[in-house]
């Protein structure tokens, strides 16, 4: 027997969200952009798609707090327009950003650009959030306060939960200024000339913004600073003296542009899969070198990582990484290929499916995210 084509709802309210719940029988996936529709297990036996793109815009912006609420199908590019003329900024720049990513797709995934060394991810940027579960209830913890006592902090919980406990429909995020200079330095080289220049960064006063090896031949590592504009090019100077031979400034702009389309696996071979990893730092080099990859972005100094392999190799990738005390999610895959989206599966999983009985007994939401472990 053929399923029947999914229904799509749009609602743009979160009372019509609550109600597409309440009305809508059987299992919803739920989207955003789209823009990570391929990431972790493939949505399966769906009934009906809640498309949340058009529960867009700002609920309330308050410069002075350095906090803004919005929608959770706001496009982050948009929402930084807006924050820009207020010399403000969420200060995450997941490479998917551009391609259209919203708010509440970037916390559901867990995504994070290279900035996430000092920043972090959305998790550490998201002081609030309101979610709708399975039976109708309007779930809302933390606010407007940086430092809230949030109690359950469901925020965090849906941080990574890929739609599987319910739809996010309001976000609140603390903010940061936009930096008046930024500059990018590079100098090429292996990884493991890359990491042990990492090393030595890291333990220097120079604090960089991103610290990321892009694969190539032989390879680039880039460090992002971020400063005034008088006091910037002293820092540059020592950077460019720590890291040595062949380092110097380049266009930032074209230069993150590259990292962001190795991260998506652009230019890949049709067979291909892309994986991001995440391992102790000073584990990430050597990991790197034992997989069969043909493109990797690594953040050396926060240990997560996208490889490019091929598709067969996937299995083996999860597996290698899990032995290293690192995990692994699949990003994108040929349309083709039945590969596993996740490694062996965690020592939390009692608890990820006790918390998902609790909050949606009947399995409504994002059937197939996390396959095989849900
Ligand atoms: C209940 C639940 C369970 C989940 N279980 C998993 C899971 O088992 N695996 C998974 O990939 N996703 C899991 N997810 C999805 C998860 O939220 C994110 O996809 C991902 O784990 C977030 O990883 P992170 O590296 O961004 O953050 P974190 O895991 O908090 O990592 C923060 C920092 O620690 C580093 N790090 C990560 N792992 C290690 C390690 N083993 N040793 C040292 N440093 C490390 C990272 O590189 C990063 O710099 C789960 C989600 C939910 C809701």
Same mark, same amino acid.
């Given at each position: 027997?053929?399923? $029947?084509?999914?229904?799509?709802?749009?609602?743009?309210?979160?009372?019509?969200?609550?109600?597409?719940?309440?009305?809508?029988?059987?299992?919803?996936?739920?989207?955003?952009?789209?823009? %990570?529709? +391929?990431? %972790?297990?493939?949505?399966?036996?769906?009934?009906?798609?809640?498309?949340?793109?058009?529960?867009?815009?700002?609920?309330?912006?308050?410069?002075?707090?350095?906090?803004?609420?919005? +929608?959770?199908?706001?496009?982050?590019? *948009?929402?930084?327009?807006?924050?820009? %003329?207020?010399?403000?900024?969420?200060?995450?720049?997941?490479?998917?950003? =551009?391609?259209?990513?919203?708010?509440?797709?970037?916390?559901?995934?867990?995504?994070?650009?290279?900035?996430?060394?000092?920043?972090?991810?959305?998790? @550490?940027?998201?002081?609030? *959030?309101? !979610?709708?579960?399975?039976?109708?209830?309007?779930?809302?913890?933390?606010?407007?306060?940086?430092?809230?006592?949030?109690?359950?902090?469901?925020?965090?919980?849906?941080?990574?939960?890929?739609?599987?406990?319910?739809?996010?429909?309001?976000?609140?995020?603390?903010? +940061?200024?936009?930096?008046?200079?930024?500059?990018?330095?590079?100098? @090429? #080289?292996?990884?493991?000339?890359?990491?042990?220049?990492?090393?030595?960064?890291?333990?220097?006063?120079?604090?960089?913004?991103?610290?990321?090896?892009?694969?190539?031949?032989?390879?680039?590592?880039?460090?992002?600073?971020?400063?005034?504009?008088?006091?910037?090019? =002293?820092?540059?100077? /020592?950077?460019?003296?720590?890291?040595?031979?062949?380092?110097?400034?380049?266009?930032?702009?074209?230069?993150?542009?590259?990292? *962001?389309?190795?991260?998506?696996?652009?230019?890949?071979?049709?067979?291909?899969?892309?994986?991001?990893?995440?391992?102790?730092?000073?584990?990430?080099?050597?990991?790197?070198?034992?997989?069969?990859?043909?493109?990797?972005?690594?953040?050396?100094?926060?240990?997560?990582?996208?490889? !490019?392999?091929?598709?067969?190799?996937?299995?083996?990738?999860?597996?290698?990484?899990?032995?290293?005390? #690192?995990?692994?999610?699949?990003?994108? /895959?040929? $349309?083709? %290929?039945?590969?596993?989206?996740?490694?062996? $599966?965690?020592?939390?999983?009692?608890?990820?499916?006790?918390?998902?009985?609790?909050?949606?007994?009947?399995?409504?939401?994002?059937?197939?995210?996390?396959?095989?472990?849900?």
């Amino acid at each position: 027997m053929t399923r $029947a084509a999914p229904t799509t709802l749009r609602p743009t309210t979160p009372k019509e969200v609550r109600d597409a719940v309440l009305d809508t029988p059987g299992r919803l996936a739920i989207t955003g952009a789209g823009t %990570a529709r +391929h990431w %972790a297990g493939r949505p399966a036996g769906v009934d009906a798609t809640l498309d949340l793109s058009g529960l867009s815009g700002v609920i309330a912006h308050n410069p002075g707090d350095m906090t803004v609420s919005v +929608h959770a199908g706001t496009p982050l590019r *948009a929402l930084q327009d807006e924050l820009a %003329a207020h010399g403000q900024r969420l200060a995450l720049d997941a490479a998917r950003v =551009a391609r259209g990513a919203t708010v509440g797709g970037l916390v559901a995934t867990a995504d994070a650009g290279p900035s996430a060394l000092v920043y972090g991810g959305m998790r @550490d940027l998201v002081i609030g *959030a309101t !979610t709708v579960l399975a039976d109708g209830t309007m779930v809302r913890s933390g606010g407007h306060v940086i430092k809230n006592v949030a109690g359950y902090d469901v925020a965090k919980l849906m941080h990574g939960s890929y739609g599987t406990f319910g739809p996010l429909v309001e976000v609140v995020l603390r903010l +940061h200024p936009a930096p008046r200079a930024t500059t990018c330095v590079a100098v @090429d #080289g292996p990884v493991d000339r890359a990491a042990e220049h990492v090393l030595r960064l890291m333990a220097s006063p120079l604090e960089p913004i991103a610290v990321e090896w892009l694969s190539g031949e032989p390879g680039r590592l880039l460090v992002r600073l971020e400063g005034g504009e008088r006091t910037l090019p =002293a820092r540059v100077a /020592r950077l460019v003296e720590l890291l040595g031979d062949g380092a110097r400034e380049v266009d930032g702009a074209a230069a993150w542009d590259a990292h *962001a389309a190795l991260t998506a696996g652009s230019g890949a071979a049709p067979d291909a899969a892309v994986v991001r990893i995440g391992c102790a730092p000073r584990t990430l080099a050597p990991l790197i070198g034992r997989l069969p990859a043909t493109a990797v972005t690594a953040g050396l100094a926060t240990g997560v990582a996208t490889v !490019t392999v091929p598709a067969t190799a996937v299995p083996e990738v999860h597996d290698t990484v899990a032995a290293a005390g #690192g995990t692994s999610v699949l990003r994108d /895959r040929p $349309a083709s %290929a039945e590969v596993p989206a996740w490694g062996p $599966a965690p020592s939390s999983l009692a608890l990820l499916r006790a918390v998902k009985t609790r909050l949606d007994p009947d399995a409504r939401f994002a059937p197939g995210r996390f396959d095989p472990w849900m």
